[in-house]
């Protein structure tokens, strides 16, 4: 896939996440991954987006009254701290491509399955 596209396929997974309340990070490494191979620049680019989506999402939400600031403050105090120490381990390339397919496919396991379980009980139900 041409690097070119990466604008378009970031905005499509940011308007996409966003309007469920997410920010996309998980899909920003995927599509990264297949496309650029320095795995320090898919990481600060993934974060990079991943906060302007939430910090502009958590803005509106707090701007229509949907979440209240004083509920947010132990999440933004803990997050500091906790992204630093995240922040220094040090992972290896082919350590964090493995953790990286590992998580994504679980991922996609797991929501494989709850959509069979929901079909099941859709179809017991009816």
Known sequence: MPIEYLPFIFFFIALLYS???FGGG???LAIMS???TDFYEIRSTALILNICVVTIGTSVY???GVLKPKLLWPFFVLSIPMAYLG???KLSQ???FLMLGSALL????FMLLKFVQSRIESIEFS
């Open 26 to 28: 998980s899909s920003y």
């Open 106 to 109: 679980l991922a996609g396991i």
């Open 62 to 64: 707090i701007k229509n």
């Open 94 to 96: 082919n350590a964090f």
């Open 87 to 89: 922040a220094q381990v």
């Open 34 to 36: 297949l496309v650029i």
């Open 19 to 21: 309007s469920v309340g």
